[in-house]
């Protein structure tokens, strides 16, 4: 008898300790797609560009590349993993079976937290395009439905399954690549008022000072940008050889979107007429300006159009990850309501209540943001940093793995280069995360603003800390943990010697 790919993949998920509802709809293309639209380096850099260049100048387009680079080994450390583990909702089964299942908790925990504040954030930058598009004006009620409605549109695609969440994100590909390549391209031939120089020329944002903090400041277009590899491993039981497959999607959307989001970032600078006017803010948008005198009116309302089929996209992308993490989240009986968010809706085969939660939470958070000016900034500036901090208790749980004997054996490993490649991933992670909770220099803004990030994490941590000590979630499910270091598990069909994984330990 001949075994199919697909009962492969199965029976190596048996083998880890579970069965799948879900249906194995996503090829390579598919889930490349998914990631670089999570990913998105339309709606990155559109939504953060005047930000950061008022902030850093020209020469903030070289934390894109740093942020690309210091990622790219945080994919390469999240390829050996999924390769030996390709279970559903990512970084927390990986976190389980790499540790144990009270830093897979946490590390749900945080991600989910953070997941969901993208969601909202990404939602929230699409509401000032949206009424740009619709002629209307740019108030926080306009900006604030806007948002809430196109979290409900992407609830409703998301319901329509894998097939239809796979086309979708390659149509938002598509566009992105649109939006990134022939944007660029027309606005260096057409509006472009600076050499190449420029982007080594700091024009004295920095003062008297370092230009080290005007840098920093203005990192996290690139910070915001890297991340969204991961998505591609959130679907990993709906992805057909994902031991092998999955791995090249993550380095794919590394490669494809570094490049895309360096390009129209190098586009944009070179084509803003008067960087003083940034400066100065006289010119809050420079983004619009660019465009708008490169394609006219007219143009400029359909290059909106194409943005924001990537931000339809995008949030598509992100809800579809966050529903998978909580889907995995309560298959293991590890959050309140576990009965309900682990339900499926077999004829769609999704799980339509965690995708309610992914819903749910971010418009929650759109309306809460109200409180305070600058919300789409301090949105993001969160959801960033909680991203990271779930990636680095990944990457920290990999380290130690390796540390106590752990060899991957997955269809992807770095061999030899695995524990250098490990080592450096935390250490991009930690010093990454230390420029996003650094509080500004500004004496007018009050403390507890300038530390916003900082006690947005503190407070997620402290909660979900709490929680977990109080009700021993971690506790309710026999699922398998921690035995990444005792047991090795090869992927099927390769010849590595081994013990195969059956269930609990």
Same mark, same amino acid.
């Given at each position: 008898?001949?075994?199919?790919?697909?009962?492969?993949?199965?029976?190596?998920?048996?083998?880890?300790?579970?069965?799948?509802?879900?249906?194995?709809?996503? *090829?390579?293309?598919?889930? =490349?797609?998914?990631? =670089?639209?999570?990913?998105?380096?339309?709606?990155?850099? &559109?939504?953060?560009?005047?930000?950061?260049?008022?902030?850093?100048?020209?020469?903030?387009?070289?934390?894109?590349?740093?942020?690309?680079?210091?990622?790219? $080994?945080?994919?390469?450390?999240?390829?050996?993993?999924?390769?030996?583990?390709?279970?559903?909702?990512?970084?927390?089964?990986?976190?389980?079976?790499?540790?144990?299942?009270?830093?897979?908790?946490?590390?749900?925990?945080? !991600?989910?937290?953070? $997941?969901?504040?993208?969601? %909202?954030?990404?939602?929230?930058?699409?509401?000032?395009?949206?009424?740009?598009?619709?002629?209307?004006?740019?108030?926080?009620?306009?900006?604030?439905?806007?948002?809430?409605? #196109?979290?409900?549109?992407?609830?409703?695609? *998301?319901?329509?399954?894998?097939?239809?969440? @796979?086309?979708?994100?390659?149509?938002?590909?598509?566009?992105?690549?649109?939006?990134?390549?022939?944007?660029?391209?027309?606005?260096? $031939?057409?509006?472009?008022?600076?050499?190449? @120089?420029?982007?080594?020329?700091? !024009?004295?944002?920095?003062?008297?000072?370092?230009?080290?903090?005007?840098?920093?400041?203005?990192?996290?277009?690139?910070? !915001?940008?890297?991340?969204?590899?991961?998505?591609?491993?959130?679907?990993?039981?709906?992805?057909?050889?994902?031991?092998?497959?999955? /791995?090249?999607?993550?380095?794919?959307?590394?490669?494809?979107?570094?490049?895309?989001? =360096?390009?129209?970032?190098?586009?944009?600078?070179?084509?803003?007429?008067?960087?003083?006017?940034?400066?100065?803010?006289?010119?809050?948008?420079?983004?619009?300006?660019?465009?708008? *005198?490169?394609?006219?009116?007219?143009?400029?309302?359909?290059?909106?159009?194409?943005?924001?089929?990537?931000?339809?996209?995008?949030?598509?992308?992100?809800?579809?990850?966050?529903?998978?993490?909580? !889907?995995? &989240?309560?298959?293991?009986?590890?959050?309140?309501?576990?009965?309900?968010?682990?339900?499926?809706?077999?004829?769609?085969?999704?799980?339509?209540?965690?995708?309610?939660?992914?819903?749910?939470?971010?418009?929650?958070?759109?309306?809460?943001?109200?409180?305070?000016?600058?919300?789409?900034?301090?949105?993001?500036?969160?959801?960033?940093?909680?991203?990271?901090? +779930?990636?680095?208790?990944?990457? %920290?749980?990999?380290?130690?793995?390796?540390?106590?004997?752990?060899?991957?054996?997955?269809? =992807?490993? #770095?061999?030899?280069?695995?524990?250098?490649?490990?080592? +450096?991933?935390?250490?991009?992670?930690?010093? %990454?995360?230390?420029?996003?909770?650094? /509080?500004?220099?500004?004496?007018?803004?009050?403390?507890?603003?300038?530390?916003?990030?900082?006690?947005?994490?503190?407070?997620?941590?402290?909660?979900?800390?709490?929680?977990?000590?109080?009700?021993?979630?971690?506790?309710?499910?026999?699922?398998?943990?921690?035995?990444?270091? *005792?047991?090795?598990?090869?992927?099927?069909?390769?010849?590595?010697?081994?013990?195969?994984?059956?269930?609990?330990?």
């Amino acid at each position: 008898m001949t075994t199919s790919p697909l009962d492969s993949d199965d029976a190596h998920l048996a083998s880890l300790g579970y069965t799948s509802d879900f249906k194995r709809d996503m *090829n390579l293309w598919g889930n =490349f797609a998914l990631g =670089f639209t999570y990913l998105s380096p339309v709606v990155g850099v &559109y939504s953060l560009f005047g930000t950061s260049l008022a902030s850093g100048g020209p020469p903030m387009i070289w934390a894109i590349v740093l942020a690309a680079l210091g990622q790219l $080994l945080v994919a390469l450390v999240f390829s050996e993993v999924v390769a030996q583990y390709p279970v559903a909702g990512g970084v927390y089964p990986w976190a389980r079976r790499l540790w144990g299942r009270k830093w897979a908790w946490m590390t749900g925990w945080v !991600y989910m937290i953070a $997941l969901t504040v993208t969601i %909202a954030g990404v939602s929230y930058g699409a509401g000032p395009f949206v009424a740009i598009v619709l002629g209307i004006d740019e108030t926080t009620t306009v900006v604030v439905c806007c948002a809430i409605g #196109l979290i409900l549109l992407t609830t409703l695609l *998301n319901l329509g399954g894998t097939k239809l969440l @796979a086309r979708i994100a390659f149509f938002g590909f598509a566009a992105e690549l649109v939006g990134a390549l022939v944007v660029g391209i027309w606005v260096l $031939l057409t509006e472009r008022h600076h050499s190449v @120089a420029a982007l080594f020329d700091t !024009y004295d944002v920095q003062g008297d000072g370092s230009y080290l903090p005007a840098f920093f400041g203005a990192a996290l277009i690139g910070l !915001y940008l890297f991340y969204g590899f991961e998505a591609c491993g959130d679907v990993a039981e709906e992805v057909r050889d994902p031991g092998r497959q999955i /791995p090249k999607a993550m380095r794919m959307t590394i490669y494809i979107g570094g490049a895309a989001a =360096f390009f129209i970032t190098f586009a944009l600078v070179l084509g803003v007429p008067s960087f003083a006017a940034v400066f100065t803010e006289q010119d809050k948008d420079p983004v619009s300006t660019v465009l708008e *005198n490169a394609f006219g009116s007219v143009g400029f309302r359909v290059v909106l159009v194409i943005v924001l089929i990537s931000f339809l996209s995008c949030v598509l992308s992100l809800q579809a990850a966050a529903s998978r993490m909580i !889907y995995a &989240y309560a298959r293991d009986d590890m959050v309140p309501g576990s009965g309900l968010l682990k339900r499926f809706w077999q004829a769609r085969h999704v799980p339509p209540f965690a995708l309610m939660l992914a819903a749910l939470i971010p418009v929650v958070i759109i309306l809460g943001s109200q409180v305070s000016d600058d919300a789409l900034v301090r949105i993001i500036s969160f959801a960033s940093f909680g991203i990271y901090l +779930a990636f680095m208790m990944v990457v %920290a749980a990999a380290l130690r793995a390796r540390l106590r004997g752990w060899k991957p054996s997955g269809a =992807f490993t #770095l061999g030899g280069w695995g524990l250098l490649v490990t080592v +450096a991933a935390l250490a991009y992670q930690l010093g %990454a995360s230390l420029i996003m909770i650094w /509080p500004g220099d500004d004496p007018d803004v009050p403390w507890y603003d300038t530390w916003i990030v900082a006690l947005g994490a503190a407070i997620v941590l402290g909660v979900g800390l709490v929680y977990m000590l109080v009700a021993r979630p971690y506790r309710h499910s026999d699922a398998a943990h921690g035995d990444a270091i *005792n047991i090795v598990t090869p992927y099927p069909g390769d010849s590595k010697p081994g013990t195969t994984s059956t269930g609990a330990h």
